[in-house]
């Protein structure tokens, strides 16, 4: 049998640790919507894609904490299915954090062996995850940690982490409270007015 968890990772990731099913099929019914048939004698599923306009929120950038000799700066904030916070990390000039993370990576790349696989070094952006994140509104939102991502070829210093739920719309003041290892911490405001597509508020 095919239950709805596995047909939801089957569509969306692609694929399971299980064995695709071998007679399934797909069917574009209309824009967003998709009949899905994995050969079950029971179930079908029927798909619907829902197109959700991302919010960006005025943001001020400034420090928000520190680790590992950076300066960890919020830079954009966002409201769609999540509301999503990213941070950028910043070592002052002199540091070799990044220059380390380089040399590290194209040495893993070299030595690189499938029959004694070794973890890649971690992005410089890692360390942000240091520093905790706490998220409320005025609204009394009880926000949590859905998922986050750190790192990336272009940009081995950038964090980002996406809070659900999304900022409800008659929200108006989110309250963003940031805690370092070091001891700091830091409280932003940021108004949670939504708008437009791609609008700035």
Not at 170 to 184: I, K, M, Q, V, Y
Request: hydrophobic content about 35%; some cysteine.
């Amino acid at each position: 049998m095919i239950d709805l968890s596995r047909a939801t990772t089957e569509l969306v990731f692609g694929g399971s640790r299980h064995d695709p099913p071998p007679n399934s099929s797909r069917e574009l019914l209309a824009d967003g919507l998709v009949h899905a048939d994995f050969d079950d004698p029971d179930w079908v599923y029927l798909v619907q894609v829902t197109q959700v306009p991302r919010v960006r929120l005025s943001v001020p950038e400034s420090v928000v904490g520190h680790v590992e000799g950076a300066d960890v700066y919020l830079v954009t904030a966002s409201v769609a299915n999540h509301l999503t916070l990213e941070l950028i990390g910043r070592e002052p000039a002199g540091e070799p954090i990044l220059s380390e993370y380089v040399a590290a990576s194209a040495t893993w790349h070299e030595t690189f062996s499938r029959d004694d696989p070794v973890d890649p070094p971690r992005w410089p952006a890692e360390r942000l995850t240091e520093v905790s994140m706490t998220v409320t509104d005025d609204r009394g939102t009880a926000y949590r940690l859905g998922s986050a991502q750190a790192g990336g070829e272009d940009a081995p210093w950038r964090y980002i982490a996406r809070f659900r739920p999304p900022t409800p719309p008659d929200a108006r003041t989110l309250h963003l409270h940031f805690e370092s290892p070091d001891g700091s911490s830091c409280t932003v405001d940021l108004p949670a007015s939504t708008s437009e597509p791609g609008a700035r508020r």
